[in-house]
């Protein structure tokens, strides 16, 4: 009986070499685009025998188990798996460098090294493809995402972009007249408009009369150049880790910079170390204007009018508006008693106008704030030093800690120069 059951094994150890012999000429008959159809009859044909010989090997093994008490049946079924390691080996050394997937004859021999003989053969009565016998195990468990299945297998993917913070982008100083300077101090020299020393022009009574004296007075005023600037402070191993994190900083830092200046620019208190902004060194709007226009039902399209008004008044053309973004749709959505939006259209994509001037829409002025002005006549912003970002290991102990630190500083100044060519209005309610 052990006799008979080993030649069965190499009888089926010589079809599976044969098979997987001729699986490899069905692969190079496909890569040169030969017929196949051949081989792979050959490969079911063999399939189907191998099937029957695992049957046999099945009874044989039945037979053997039931005198397993005989001194020669244990090594009888030792030698048989040791003849299936052996074959085993040869199959991967034939996929050395390569993931190969499981053939027909690689499958049989798993399912008789698992003592699986009682599937072993059905195995094999799968309909084969020359490629690949599909799914060999039909009754494998469910592979799930769950905790207690292939869960702690899911990697996930990372986006390595710092998402960051929506920051408006600065546009007011693109209004201002910009001038260098390498000094410090801005000082510049201008006519005083009021009192009675002006120039005065008239006719001559007749001949030999003195002629109109006319007498000017002048003042000076003064624009110091100021700094502002701000630092960060991080590890050097954070730079190495996080590589784009230094990008990051040098893009930040001077975005910030530059919405800082922009907010002295529009409203600089001028105390010691600000600029002199545009908004307090404006002239305030004449809210009397509304009233001798005879205008009704007052809205900010009728101010603003008015102010365009003012500055023509004091002999300069408005060339642009600032506002609020919240200001400008609220001048958008006004309607007439049909509900139709009286100079918006929301079909329109035109940049943002009223009364034929631009409007600068931007957060950086206030809700409540108007402002009209002629820009390039009414103020300079004067470039000491532009916007800069530079970085040291030296400063304080960072060389010991292994720190960095990082600081983007400008110095400019901000000159009005005619106040009556800038008119501002606080529209907030009253109450």
Request: proline share 3%; no cysteine; charged share 30%.
């Amino acid at each position: 009986m052990p006799n008979e059951l080993q030649q069965e094994l190499e009888t089926l150890q010589g079809n599976i070499k044969r098979m997987l012999d001729l699986e490899d000429d069905i692969k190079e008959g496909k890569k040169a685009a030969k017929g196949v159809a051949e081989l792979k009859e050959k490969v079911a044909s063999m399939s189907m025998d191998n099937a029957n010989t695992v049957d046999t090997i099945k009874e044989l093994a039945a037979e053997a188990m039931k005198q397993q008490a005989k001194e020669n049946g244990g090594e009888v079924f030792a030698s048989i798996h040791e003849r299936i390691d052996e074959f085993e080996t040869k199959m991967k050394e034939r996929g050395v460098g390569r993931q190969r997937k499981a053939t027909p004859g690689a499958a049989f021999v798993k399912a008789i090294k698992d003592k699986d003989l009682s599937t072993a053969g059905a195995r094999y009565k799968h309909v084969f493809d020359g490629t690949t016998m599909g799914d060999f195990d039909r009754a494998v468990k469910q592979i799930t995402n769950l905790a207690d299945s292939a869960g702690d297998l899911l990697i996930p993917d990372f986006d390595e972009t710092i998402i960051e913070q929506q920051r408006r982008m600065p546009r007011v100083r693109d209004l201002l007249t910009t001038l260098r300077t390498d000094r410090d101090v801005i000082t510049d020299f201008r006519e005083v408009t009021t009192g009675a020393k002006q120039f005065e022009p008239d006719y001559q009574s007749a001949q030999g009369d003195v002629k109109s004296e006319s007498d000017r007075e002048f003042t000076t005023d003064q624009w110091t150049v100021e700094t502002i600037a701000h630092h960060l402070t991080t590890s050097v191993q954070i730079l190495d880790d996080v590589t784009r994190l230094q990008d990051f900083i040098n893009r930040i830092m001077l975005l910030e910079l530059d919405l800082k200046v922009e907010d002295e620019i529009i409203y600089g208190p001028g105390t010691a170390g600000t600029f002199r902004g545009l908004i307090p060194e404006s002239e305030v709007f004449d809210t009397d204007l509304v009233t001798d226009l005879d205008i009704q039902n007052v809205t900010d399209i009728d101010r603003l009018r008015a102010m365009i008004l003012q500055l023509a008044e004091n002999n300069f053309p408005a060339t642009g508006m600032l506002m609020s973004p919240f200001r400008w749709a609220k001048l958008e959505l006004k309607k007439d008693t049909q509900d139709r939006y009286l100079f918006a259209s929301p079909q329109n994509a035109a940049g943002p106008r009223l009364w034929g001037l631009p409007v600068v829409a931007t957060n950086a002025v206030d809700r409540n704030d108007l402002h009209v002005g002629n820009y390039q006549l009414g103020a300079v912003f004067y470039d000491r030093q532009n916007p800069s970002l530079t970085s040291s290991t030296e400063h304080a102990d960072n060389y010991t800690r292994n720190l960095v630190t990082f600081r983007a500083e400008m110095r400019g100044a901000v000159q009005v120069r005619r106040s009556s060519a800038l008119i501002y209005f606080d529209a907030t309610p009253s109450g």
